[in-house]
């Protein structure tokens, strides 16, 4: 069960970067002394935390964006694991 509410906004914590790697073609966020290899989705998602949406808007511009359905609980889960390693925060 997440307990993010969707009203919430997320957005990258001040120390998070998102970053494309045009060598490798992947995409990156980037922390202080590390770097986190991101798949399609998660960078999506990533990409949408900018603090200018709330959570129920990110999910659905990922479902417009991916023509898909259904997205929410997955979004959700992906933001709390996120902010719980301090990537995201919300308000």
Known sequence: MNDIDLTATPRLATKAMLKHDSVRDVE???LPE???LLNTSGAAILGLCDGSR???QV???LEHDFETTDLTDDVMTFI???R???WVVLT
Do not use: K, P, Q, S
Request: no cysteine; charged share 35%.
């Open 54 to 56: 709330t959570v129920r």
């Open 34 to 36: 590390r770097a986190v």
């Open 80 to 82: 709390e694991d996120a």
């Open 84 to 86: 719980g390693r301090g």
């Open 28 to 30: 990156l966020l980037l």
């Open 59 to 61: 999910v659905a511009e």
